[in-house]
């Protein structure tokens, strides 16, 4: 029994340590695993590489990347990575990793980080428009080159607005091309770009944009002259300068015209020569207004207008008629004139005669029609009695303009002895006594033989036409009543005025003499009126006026007289007329005058000083027609009160300060 017990133990032990070895321990033990790229809580952009460590004394077989818990990537060889592109993934988005480690035993272990996403940095740089030129034939756009080691391409976009839709022009791969032109553009409108730069990850940015700067009108022409003469006006006007803009974008000049300065204006012709700048028209008349202006065109159909120009008004001119005696009974009559415009001229020869109800009548005898080049014809004298009347009418080639020359008479008398011929007609030299033919139509110089008429007493040839001076020899005669006022009379008075001792009116009022008023004058002892007024008398007043016994009418107004009014001239008291306006005097009114009552008192219009003295009120409150007024007096002015005796006149201040040059008074 013993005998196999033993072997029976033996076995059994032998039994019991081969079991012993061949059961093994297991493996629970997870392995370890970090995330050593980055950490929870990071911002992360564009390509990103998340990075772990795993480890396990039994082994690691392999690691597993998951995103939001997605599985992303599954690694198994050392360093164990994801590659992440966080471009897919709005800003700010929170991404989850997931790492989880598995052991070759199957053991795992995770780590987790959350990763906020944030491109705002990361986009590529560059790309911003720094000009768009453009000339005739393209717009060339430009922009800054990309500093960017993964830059993809450029997209240049386009718009019409700042603000609109934008259109892709083109793409350039190329970092270094910076520029892109266009053959059809508007440089009228607004064109807009910008560049888009693509990395390669497929960010992007849009830099700033710019527009062509608009092209701008021409710079405009202004009309600088406008001259014509008889059958041509010339329009002249400034060359088109672009101001050193190349290239010069000049393609037309457009001369317009019009008959008023804001009429219409018709297109005349068109220039496609910048230097020539004039243009010549015919059949246009200078004697009405012609308005012009230049229209400038450009390469991009923009047009401006400058300043506009008239021609200067023609004015027709009339010939100036003479004529001349010749030896042989004929007459010379030649006229001067500018011929410019000149057609042809017509010499009439005519009477005049009036009707029943005192209207004239011109009876035409003769005409001759003469080149525009011909100024003088001789032709036989008239043989009749009587007044015949020559004029020159002027025909001009502008349609039916014409102008008339003076007239200038040729008096015919066929006068006996003892008789002298005025305007055609014949006087008895001893009889006639009085010689009135106002506003008779007489033309012409007064003959000197007027002074032949030794016992005239009445003259009085006012309101005709005529014409050159005063003879002397008016001198000679006996006349109580002289008035040739209302002609043309030239030159001054002459002195000999005086010896017509007995003349009580001296009219020359309204005519053209010159030169001062001969002191003479006072030597007529008579004169009750004398009326110089209306001409262009100059010097001071000769106190000699002052002799004649009682001037009722002093009338000297409306001339270039000058100096002061001498004392002589305020002391005549019986001037109820006092007229004195409208000259140049200077100095003040004396005080120690005596100013009697006068119906008109006009001494406005002069350079008279001073104050107004008190002793001109008894004459202010009775005359009828007086003023002060422009002058220099200074004020306070008088207050003469009111008269009884003349109820409806003016009564207070003599004038106002409104009416007075102060500027010399002082405070």
Known sequence: MKKYLLPLLCISMILYWSCEEEVEEVDTTPPT????????????????????????????????????????????????????????????????????????????????IDLNVDNTTAVPQGGNITSVTYDLDSMTVAWEESPDGDFRDYKLLYSTTEDGDKDTVATYAEISITTHSLTEFDPL????????????????????GMSNSLESDPVPVNVT???????????????????????????????????????????????????????????????????????VADYWGLTSTGDEMRNDIFVLPSAELSISFLENDSLFINWII??????????????????ADGNEIQNM????????????????????????????????????????????????????????????????????????????????????????LINLNELKLQDNQLSGSIPPEIGNLYLSNLDLSGNQLTGEIPPEIGDIVYLGKLDLNGNQLTGEIPPEIGDIFNLSQLNLSGNQLTGSIPPEIANISCVDVLNLGNNQLTGPIPIEIWNINCARFFYLNNNEFTGSIPENVEINSKVNFQIGGNQLTGDIPEIICPMWLEATWKSVAGNQFCPPYLDCGDNPATPNQTEGPITSVEEQDTSNCGD
């Open 33 to 112: 695993v970090t995330i050593t790229s980055h950490q929870s809580g990071e911002s992360v952009s564009e390509m990103i590489t998340i990075t772990a460590t795993s480890e396990d004394d039994k082994g690691v077989s392999k690691v597993e990347f998951y995103l939001n818990t997605a599985l992303v990537e599954t690694d198994t060889i050392v360093p164990y990575e994801y590659t992440l592109n966080t471009t897919d993934y709005d800003n700010e988005q929170s991404l989850t990793i997931k790492v989880i480690s598995y052991d070759n035993s199957d053991n795992t272990a995770e780590v987790q």
């Open 189 to 208: 409108v607004e064109n807009w770009f910008w560049v888009q730069v693509t990395d390669t990850l497929g960010l992007t940015i849009i830099g700033e």
């Open 225 to 295: 002259s406008v001259i014509f003469d008889s059958n041509v006006m010339t329009i002249t006007w400034e060359e088109y300068n672009s101001d050193g803009i190349l290239p010069d974008k000049f393609v037309s000049y457009e001369l317009l015209q019009s008959n008023s300065k804001d009429g219409i204006y018709d297109s005349i012709i068109i220039i496609t020569e910048k230097s020539n700048n004039s243009h010549s028209i015919t059949g246009l008349n200078p004697t009405i207004q012609n308005w012009f202006k230049v229209k």
């Open 338 to 355: 500018n011929d410019m415009g000149v057609s042809f001229y017509r010499l009439f020869e005519y009477q005049i005669n009036w009707d």
């Open 365 to 452: 005898t003769n005409q001759w029609m003469l080149e525009n080049t011909d100024t003088s014809i001789t032709i036989l004298k008239p043989t009749t009695d009587g007044a015949w009347h020559y004029m020159v009418l002027v025909e001009f080639v502008w349609g039916s303009m014409t102008s008339e020359s003076n007239v200038q008479a040729v008096y015919v008398s066929n006068c006996t002895e003892g008789e002298i011929g005025l305007w055609g007609e014949c006087y008895s030299i001893e009889n006639t006594t009085s010689l009135v033919l106002e506003n008779s139509g007489l033309i012409g110089e007064i003959p000197e033989s007027i002074g032949n």
